[in-house]
């Protein structure tokens, strides 16, 4: 294992964190989850710490949240269901079986196919129905 890879306490945290939190956290949440056992850890060191795992192929950045990029760790590939309320963001373990044809892409080369179904989670959904009956109440 060579200098840029070498496992320090608080990397190991940080994937460790990562992959036993399902719920992609942001470098934020991150932060926020392990700064009372590493006090002298910045904010900027969990971002350069998960593009360094990036560059590794061991997390994956989700971009489907605008305002923050959030992480992935676990290995296999997956899909995500997306709640565009809450930005609550689910696995679907299923493999789909998606190509493009030759044709289709002019060259270039795909290395990893992941599908983001958008929606409303059932907590929003509900929230969304109270909401609507009570302004049906209130008339
Ligand atoms: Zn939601
Ligand atoms: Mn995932």
Known sequence: MNK????????????????????????????????????????????NVLKAFQREGLVTELIVDPEKSRYDAAPQPHHHLVCLACRKIADVERDFKIDLEPSETNG???????????????????????????????G
């Open 108 to 138: 270039f080369e795909i290395v990893r196919r992941q599908i983001d179904f958008l929606g409303y989670c059932s907590a929003c959904r509900s929230d969304k129905k109270n909401i609507h009956n009570r302004r049906l109440q209130n």
């Open 4 to 47: 840029k890879t070498r496992r320090t306490p608080q990397k190991l945290a940080i994937f460790e964190f990562l992959s036993n939190n399902k719920n992609h956290p942001s470098a934020e949440d991150i932060y926020r989850a392990l700064s009372a056992r590493f006090p002298t850890m910045s904010l900027s060191t969990v971002y």
